[in-house]
């Protein structure tokens, strides 16, 4: 149903949209903050994550890496398309009720980028934190091969994928090895701010598979309607996956592309993930957003 004047009422609800290999319990500890300062939110999971992830016997303790590496995956057939479809009817169904803040972080910038150029009419701001909006380049992958993306530390973290992604389709990450080395260059990639208990708890919501559809797909921003939300952008100056300059190119890029209607700038000291361990800064800015 599109929402009308005679249907919506007040309040806004956040509709949260999760990265890569993640899923809507990463929103957990925002929901609860935006729940304290009276918010609605409706954290999505994407098609194949949440509870329709796949985790196979061969990815649990003790882990069968051959077999694993083989195993067909649920999410090699998901494109972007099936993604901004899917959040695009949870945007209808609650712009009924109300005015809809699209929140997307890291790879879900390309997901709110899709509905944001599909029905511009239904989303009264679109909110990136620290999330890629591809303006001169039409892919995250596109970007990775930019100069702002050298300070990224997922380069070393190569050994910590499993099988062959041309083959399966996605990106396999073992979230559960047991290497001490790799748990540390994984945890300076995107979460150093926090312990090393509280990343060990972040990892176990992850799911390994990720579609390379997604991150290849075309996820250009479109001036004509992505253009005539209004938007923000959370930079997170610690993060060393998706760098500050990197942060500060994609922000560069979309205003000069409409720059009567440039990004609404928010800066938090936090690693790519850290923002969740200190919800209320995050908070703090969404609510400002509520209209």
Same mark, same amino acid.
């Given at each position: ?5 005679? $249907?919506?009422?007040?309040? &806004? ?27 609605? #939110? ?24 051959? #077999? ?42 390309? $997901? ?100 390379? =559809?997604?991150? #290849? ?38 205003? =000069? ?9 928010? $800066?938090?000291?936090?690693?790519? &993930? ?8 995050? =908070? ?8």
């Amino acid at each position: 149903m599109t929402a009308t004047p005679d $249907t919506r009422a007040h309040g &806004t609800t956040f509709v949260l949209v999760h990265g890569s290999g993640s899923n809507s319990f990463m929103w957990a500890p925002i929901q609860r903050e935006l729940a304290l300062r009276g918010h609605r #939110t409706f954290a999505v999971d994407l098609p194949g994550h949440g509870f329709d992830a796949q985790y196979p016997t061969a990815y649990q303790a003790p882990q069968d890496l051959d #077999t694993w590496a083989t195993e067909p995956s649920t999410l090699a057939g998901v494109t972007l398309q099936d993604n901004v479809d899917m959040v695009t009817d949870v945007v209808r169904r609650v712009a009924a009720h109300g005015p809809v803040v699209l929140v997307g972080a890291s790879l879900g910038g390309t $997901t709110i980028t899709g509905v944001g150029n599909a029905v511009p009419e239904l989303v009264d701001r679109m909110v990136y934190v620290s999330a890629w909006s591809c303006v001169e380049r039409k892919s995250p992958i596109e970007y990775m091969a930019e100069p702002e993306f050298e300070a990224n530390l997922l380069a070393p973290l190569a050994t910590l994928n499993v099988g062959d992604p041309g083959v399966l389709g996605v990106g396999r990450a073992n979230y559960r090895t047991s290497d001490p080395g790799l748990i540390s260059a994984l945890k300076a990639a995107i979460m150093a701010d926090g312990t090393d208990a509280q990343f060990l708890a972040f990892l176990n919501i992850l799911q390994p598979d990720e579609s390379l =559809a997604v991150m #290849t797909a075309d996820a250009s921003v479109d001036a004509e309607t992505w253009g005539t939300v209004p938007r923000s952008y959370v930079r997170l100056t610690e993060d060393r996956s998706l760098p500050i300059a990197m942060q500060d190119r994609l922000i560069a890029e979309a205003d =000069a592309l409409t720059p009567g209607n440039r990004y609404d700038v928010h $800066t938090l000291h936090t690693s790519h &993930t850290g923002f969740l361990l200190r919800p209320e800064e995050l =908070a703090d800015i969404l609510d400002g957003m509520a209209v």
